[in-house]
Nanobody
Framework: VQLQASGGGLVQTGGSLRLSCATS????????MGWFRQAPDKEREFVAA????????YYADSVKGRFTISRDIDKNTMFLQMTSLKPEDMAVYYC????????????????????WGQGTLVTVSS
């Protein structure tokens, strides 16, 4: 599975961006997709995830209430709507996919995912 992330860019504090992640397969048969981010000199951290079939969502506390993850099953595409952006949200955002069943703990761990996109840079100016 190849993942293509897009939608990053430069935005002012308080602004919004919408990230997209398209899969290469005609029909995505995995169990979940997620977003992680990595800022310079920091570890990759969980942002949000969504169960592909049921649409159940998971969020990091730092983005809850500001970010919304969603997916379009027909288009095999996942989205991350980011609002009220802060300078600390600035990072490279990676989309990822997991092919097998998961727990609520596993879905927050980067090593539990099978495929990764190339990343898209989000820059938030203060």
């Amino acid at each position: 599975v190849q993942l293509q992330a897009s939608g990053g860019g430069l935005v002012q504090t308080g602004g919004s961006l919408r990230l997209s992640c398209a899969t290469s397969r005609r029909t995505f048969s995995g169990s979940a997709m997620g977003w992680f981010r990595q800022a310079p000199d920091k570890e990759r951290e969980f942002v949000a995830a969504i169960g592909w079939s049921g649409g159940y969502t998971y969020y990091a506390d730092s983005v809850k209430g500001r970010f919304t993850i969603s997916r379009d099953i027909d288009k095999n595409t996942m989205f991350l709507q980011m609002t009220s952006l802060k300078p600390e949200d600035m990072a490279v955002y990676y989309c990822t996919a997991r092919m097998t069943r998961y727990s609520s703990l596993q879905i927050r761990r980067p090593l539990e995912y099978d495929y990764w996109g190339q990343g898209t840079l989000v820059t938030v100016s203060s």
